[in-house]
């Protein structure tokens, strides 16, 4: 199998069965492999810089019903909360101090955040931090409202497709929602010049190696600049309370794949890892991960942006904990560099 791992590294894609292959294989010698692979080559583009992003998860509003997710519309048990654009303001005051160069604005697809509104609150958000970039997670919108949001200075758009096959992303949504139009939006924000982010759960319900499998074939054809993966972790208030956690094994397995596939992608090592695990983001970066996003949220909210149960929002995961992240990555021999952390250009 290692064979495939060295193929991948060297050409950067593998046949559907080939990645079968590897995915069906649980052999931990050949995870090892994989991630030993793909911290060299994150070295070789990224040197040891581990950049960080502040995340301002803004309103917990969402329309939509996935039926994974904690913050779903039918969650009536979810206590909603938005924030305005003097609190989004105060976070980036607080994450500039810190050395955040990247602030990214998260939220539930919330209609009461018009397109005016975003862009009022994009265009002072670079007007006070010119050197910041502005990324944007908002869910599906129409291609003219991601022209305006990209016109009003946001730079980056993180949206994951969820998973790349079908049958399983109407598994994981109500009906209203699809993949063609989910690749439609990237495709879309791709065109208009956001460096774009896709992704997918790992072990969300349903989830077959073969799915899998086409989520790298999709991840290959569409490289995106950025790639957000972290295991499923459920949430006692959805339709899946019941499903198991993804593996930590296989997440970090995933991983390593996607850095040796995409030499130069943006990857962070995400909080859906860090909550599996204590040790969850240093083994994100020692699977060839580079980026870090820690909540630059207010604490009075933190605990109600809870996408799955026990998030964790405090200590290395807490933007104001920036000093204790630095000092573990330097453990690891790695160092949080204060840079809005772009896409390298060809
Ligand atoms: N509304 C925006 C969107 O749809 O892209 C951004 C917010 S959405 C909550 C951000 C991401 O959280 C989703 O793309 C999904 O992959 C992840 N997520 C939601 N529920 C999750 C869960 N139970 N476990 C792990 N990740 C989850």
Redesign the pocket.
């Known amino acids: 199998m290692k064979k495939f791992i060295d193929k991948l590294r060297e050409q950067h894609t593998l046949t559907r069965e080939e990645f079968l292959s590897l995915l069906s294989c649980k052999d931990t010698s050949l995870y090892a492999y994989a991630r030993e692979q793909a911290v060299q080559v994150r070295r070789q583009v990224y040197g040891t810089d581990i950049y960080i992003r502040g995340l301002i998860e803004f309103t917990n509003y969402?329309k939509?019903n996935?039926y994974?997710?904690?913050?779903r519309s039918g969650n009536k048990k979810a206590s909603r909360y938005r924030l305005d654009k003097n609190q989004i303001l105060d976070c980036c005051q607080a994450g500039y101090a810190l050395g955040f160069r990247t602030f990214v604005l998260?939220?539930?697809?919330d209609p009461w955040f018009t397109d005016e509104m975003l862009t009022e609150i994009i265009r002072d958000m670079k007007a006070h931090y010119p050197d910041c970039a502005v990324t944007l997670?908002?869910?599906?919108r129409s291609p003219e409202s991601y022209r305006r949001l990209y016109d009003a200075g946001a730079d980056r758009y993180?949206?994951?497709h969820?998973t790349a096959n079908k049958e399983h992303y109407q598994k994981l949504h109500p009906p209203n929602l699809s993949l063609e139009n989910r690749k439609a939006c990237l495709r879309n924000l791709k065109e208009i010049g956001y460096q774009v982010g896709a992704?997918?759960?790992v072990g969300?319900p349903g989830q077959t190696l073969e799915c899998l499998a086409e989520d790298l074939l999709f991840l290959r054809e569409f490289s995106p600049h950025m790639v957000?993966i972290?295991?499923?972790?459920?949430?006692q208030d959805?339709p899946?309370a019941d499903k198991r956690?993804?593996s930590l094994e296989l997440t970090l397995f995933l991983l390593a794949l996607i850095r040796l596939m995409l030499p130069k992608v943006l990857l962070p090592a995400?909080t859906?890892l860090g909550t599996l695990h204590p040790d969850g983001r240093k083994l994100g970066v020692l699977s060839g991960c580079n980026v870090v996003m820690p909540n630059l949220s207010p604490s009075g909210v933190r605990e109600k942006?809870l996408?799955?149960d026990h998030k964790i929002a405090t200590g290395l995961e807490a933007a104001e904990s920036v000093n204790l992240l630095k000092k573990q990555m330097e453990e690891i021999g790695y160092k949080v560099v204060c840079d809005r952390g772009d896409y390298p250009q060809p």
């Not at 997670?137 to 599906?140: A, D, F, I, W, Y």
Request: aromatic share 16%.
């Open positions: 969402c939509n996935c994974y997710c904690g913050i998260q939220g539930g697809e997670s908002l869910g599906e993180l949206l994951r969820e992704g997918f759960m969300s957000g972290g295991p499923f972790l459920s949430h959805t899946f956690n993804g995400t859906a942006y996408l799955y």
